[in-house]
T-cell receptor, first 113, second 112 residues
């Protein structure tokens, strides 16, 4: 079965650079979530979109922005990168506005040097 | 106090053992409960999903929810070395699928 696709798998950036992470949800899933996971930590919710509109916002820094496009894929844009932004970034998708379990991609590992 | 508590382990068991993983939570508004398995450098993989008190079984896995005690469990029967991973419980407050809250995860090692 098709899963959530994230690209790139690995990304190395320098401080103050920008990065763009992409997420392609499971077909027919209309809700996308972004999470940040530090080493040994549980995933921390950043932001979510339902039907191309922002539906919820968590601990996402102002330096980050995201959007969901007409084909339901989503991009997380990160600017003025800091060393502390180094983490695994996961995208998850689900179907519908009602409760539906999240299905995660394998993440993008961002390293800021 | 975190909303969801989970023993981080590590938990080591011999192959074939029954494993019990647990989470407690403080917010009685949580209605939907999930268990995820996460291998190193991979995304969390959904194992079980339930919204009612009681037991739900799927193969070697049984999820148990006790809303009155705010306690959920995941049992793994006949554990295998391939079950070695971090297990995260997750729960959701409301009917709109937002605000999923994760436990910190329990690292499990099944020794051959």
């Amino acid at each position: 079965a098709a899963g959530v696709i994230q690209s790139p798998r690995h990304l190395i950036k320098e401080k103050r650079e920008t990065a763009t992470l992409k997420c392609y949800p499971i077909p027919r899933h209309d809700t996308v979530y972004w999470y940040q996971q530090g080493p040994g930590q549980d995933p921390q919710f950043l932001i979510s979109f339902y039907e191309k509109m922002q539906s919820d916002k968590g601990s996402i820094p102002d330096r980050f922005s995201a959007q969901q496009f007409s084909d339901y894929h989503s991009e997380l844009n990160m600017s003025s990168l800091e060393l502390g932004d180094s983490a695994l970034y996961f995208c998850a998708s689900s179907f519908g506005q009602g409760v539906s379990p999240l299905h995660f991609g394998n993440g993008t590992r961002l390293t800021v040097t | 106090q975190k909303e969801v508590e989970q023993d981080p382990g590590p938990l080591s068991v011999p192959e074939g053992a029954i494993v019990s993983l647990n989470c407690t939570y403080s917010n009685s508004a949580f209605q939907y409960f999930m268990w995820y398995r996460q291998y190193s450098r991979k995304g969390p993989e959904l194992l079980m999903y339930t919204y009612s008190s009681g037991n739900k079984e799927d193969g070697r896995f049984t999820a148990q929810v006790d809303k009155s005690s705010k306690y959920i469990s995941l049992f793994i029967r006949d554990s295998q070395p391939s079950d070695s991973a971090t297990y995260l419980c997750a729960m959701c407050r409301d009917n709109y699928g937002q605000n999923f809250v994760f436990g910190p995860g329990t690292r499990l090692s099944v020794l051959p």
